[in-house]
């Protein structure tokens, strides 16, 4: 259970009032100088007036140090209480601590100076032992909290010094990783535009000059090929667009706006996706439908663009590997979770050795993970069923709550 902490204010009030009470303690003991010739009440004013300074010892060093210098003067007149020199003492580490730099020089100074002064009047009107018990009794209370002070001072100085050459070497770290990311980034949009792009383009060029050819034969929109050509083509120069979004926000280094065109795709575009993917289907004998359960809402656009590239992803997996059929897309729209489910026909002699297979299920079990979603994938029967479930909100995934 931890203490509780004092404010500086209350720290401040509770050293008054403790050297108040002590004082007021010890004269009602008569323990003060001359107890017996000096009465009460003169006593009481200065052990007053110094624990009223006491409460200024922050906010007002200089004041409260000069004032109390007066004070402890008249103490020693009136009768010395040793609460009243501490409390002075106090004021003159106070002093060092709180004020100015050049304060501890001046109390230095008007330390050694007392201390040189009252030695000699005790050396020249009493003893050289007294003289030396002067010099010890008052080094202890004009010098030794200077030094305690002084000490303190420069201790905390260099502990600030050494706060903010950590956190200065925190921003240099920050700033190092944050350039090693910007160019990680332009590194992969490059590499992105130079294989990627590069084959989509080319991708799209060749579809379109292979219509061109079928159009020279006078071949019609309607003919299989054609439409096959045209469906590569949208699809590629797409893609390319897409790509060319990417890339540009790979580029952004973060200080400015990103690419205002880019606009993360989202349930909405199901319709379209799917549209096109049945354009591609009709080749390979493919029909989609989709059916949508619920109120679809507005959620999260983490879980819209996650749904969406679900979505994408089972399409293009029932285009490379599905036989001759139909597939349904279901979306259920509950209140804390959306589901997906996409069933289509499925065949295993054909597509497990394309290059990059089960890539899109390690992607798409990835971005539900991340959102703290579930996904699965598999046969049942001569079927293949994609199912994820996806949170309205999207929370930490099981990994990341674990670290």
Request: aromatic share 4%; charged share 20%; hydrophobic share 45%.
């Amino acid at each position: 259970m931890r203490r509780p902490t004092l404010t500086p204010r209350q720290e401040d009030r509770a050293i008054a009032l403790f050297g108040l009470v002590g004082g007021l303690v010890l004269i009602a003991s008569k323990v003060y100088d001359h107890s017996s010739a000096v009465p009460r009440w003169l006593v009481l004013p200065p052990l007053l007036v110094t624990a009223a300074l006491e409460l200024f010892r922050r906010t007002r060093p200089i004041l409260t140090v000069t004032l109390g210098g007066a004070v402890f003067a008249a103490s020693i007149f009136s009768g010395a209480l040793i609460a009243t020199t501490i409390m002075y003492t106090d004021l003159l580490y106070a002093a060092v601590v709180y004020g100015r730099p050049r304060m501890s020089r001046v109390l230095h100074l008007s330390g050694a100076a007392s201390v040189l002064v009252l030695s000699s009047l005790s050396f020249l009107y009493s003893d050289a032992p007294t003289a030396l018990a002067v010099v010890v009794l008052t080094s202890l209370i004009f010098l030794g909290p200077v030094w305690t002070g002084d000490l303190v001072r420069r201790h905390r100085e260099e502990a600030e010094s050494q706060r903010l050459r950590a956190e200065q070497t925190a921003l240099l770290s920050e700033m190092d990783r944050r350039e090693a990311v910007v160019a990680e980034r332009a590194r992969m949009a490059r590499e992105l535009h130079d294989v990627v792009a590069n084959h989509l383009s080319a991708i799209a060029i060749h579809a379109t000059g292979a219509q061109s050819v079928a159009r020279r034969q006078h071949r019609t929109a309607e003919d299989p090929l054609v439409a096959a050509l045209g469906v590569i083509r949208e699809n590629s120069v797409q893609g390319l667009a897409e790509m060319r979004r990417m890339i540009g926000l790979l580029r952004d280094s973060g200080g400015g706006e990103a690419d205002a065109s880019y606009a993360a795709p989202d349930l909405g575009a199901v319709d379209a996706l799917l549209a096109k993917a049945g354009d591609a289907g009709r080749a390979v004998g493919l029909e989609f439908e989709l059916a949508e359960h619920g109120e679809r809402g507005e959620p999260a656009v983490p879980v819209g663009l996650a749904a969406y590239r679900i979505v994408q992803e089972s399409l293009t997996n029932a285009l490379k590997h599905a036989g001759p059929g139909r597939v349904h897309v279901l979306l259920e729209y509950l209140p804390q979770e959306l589901r997906i489910t996409v069933d289509s026909p499925y065949r295993t002699d054909v597509g497990r050795e394309l290059p990059g297979a089960r890539a899109g299920m390690v992607g798409m079990r990835e971005r539900a993970g991340l959102l703290g979603g579930s996904f699965e994938a598999g046969p049942v029967g001569d079927r293949w069923t994609v199912r994820a479930v996806l949170p309205r909100e999207p929370v930490a995934a099981e990994g990341e709550r674990r670290a």
